[in-house]
C-alpha cells in the first residue's frame, strides 16, 4: 500500500464515503424529528417503541424510552439540532477524508476509537452477530487509520530531512 501525504487513497475514500453516509441519516432523523415535534403519541413514535422493545426499560436506555414513549416531554427540536451537528461534523469529516488531510485522518481516528469502550461493554451485556461485527470493522478503521497517519509522518519526516540537507527551507503552507 502506497501512502503518499495529501494524497487519497482507496481506504480513506471508502471511509469518507461511509462517513457522508452518516451525515445523511443524521439529516434524515433531524428531518423526521422535526416532523414530529410537537405531535403527541405519533403513530410512528409509537411503532418504534413497540417493534425495539424501547417500551421495556431494561432493554433501552432510560431516556431514550422516555423520550420515545412520551416525546411532549423533550424538545424534538434539541434532538433536530443535535443531528443537525452530527451530520455537520461527519460531512466535514469525509471532506477532509476524501481530500485526505490529516486533520481529518486525525478526527476519523478519535471518533473511531471513541465507540470502541461502547461496542465493547455492548458485546458484554450480550454477543450478537451485529455487535462483534460492528467492533470488528471499527478496531479495522481505527488500525487502518493508525497506519495511514505513521505512514504519512515518516514520508513528510523523511521529505523534511531531505530539504534540510539539501538546504531547502520547508514552508509552513505546505502542511495542511
Known amino acids: 500500500m502506497v501512502i503518499e501525504p495529501n494524497k487519497p487513497t482507496l481506504g480513506l475514500r471508502l471511509i469518507a464515503v461511509l462517513e457522508a453516509v452518516k451525515g445523511v441519516l443524521a439529516v434524515v432523523i433531524a428531518l423526521l424529528l422535526f416532523g414530529l415535534a410537537g405531535h403527541q403519541q405519533n403513530p410512528v413514535i409509537q411503532w418504534v417503541v413497540v417493534t425495539f ?43 477532509g477524508l476524501w481530500l485526505a488531510r490529516r486533520w481529518a485522518e486525525w478526527i476519523a481516528l478519535v471518533a473511531a476509537a471513541i465507540y470502541i469502550p461502547f461496542e465493547i461493554y455492548a458485546i458484554a451485556l450480550g454477543v450478537t452477530l451485529l455487535k462483534v461485527s460492528l467492533l470488528v470493522i471499527n478496531v479495522a478503521f481505527v488500525a487502518y487509520l493508525g497506519l495511514v497517519l505513521a505512514k504519512t509522518r515518516r514520508k513528510r519526516a523523511h521529505a523534511a530531512r531531505l530539504a534540510a540537507t539539501a ?8 502542511e495542511n
Not at 538546504?167 to 505546505?174: D, E, S
Request: proline content about 6%.
Open 53 to 95: 422493545h424501547l417500551d421495556d426499560s431494561a432493554r433501552a436506555p432510560h431516556l431514550i424510552t422516555e423520550m420515545l414513549a412520551n416525546p411532549e416531554k423533550f424538545a424534538l427540536g434539541m434532538w433536530m439540532m443535535l443531528a443537525l451537528a452530527y451530520a455537520t461534523l461527519r460531512f466535514f469529516e469525509a471532506y
Open 167 to 174: 538546504g531547502i527551507v520547508a514552508t509552513p503552507a505546505a
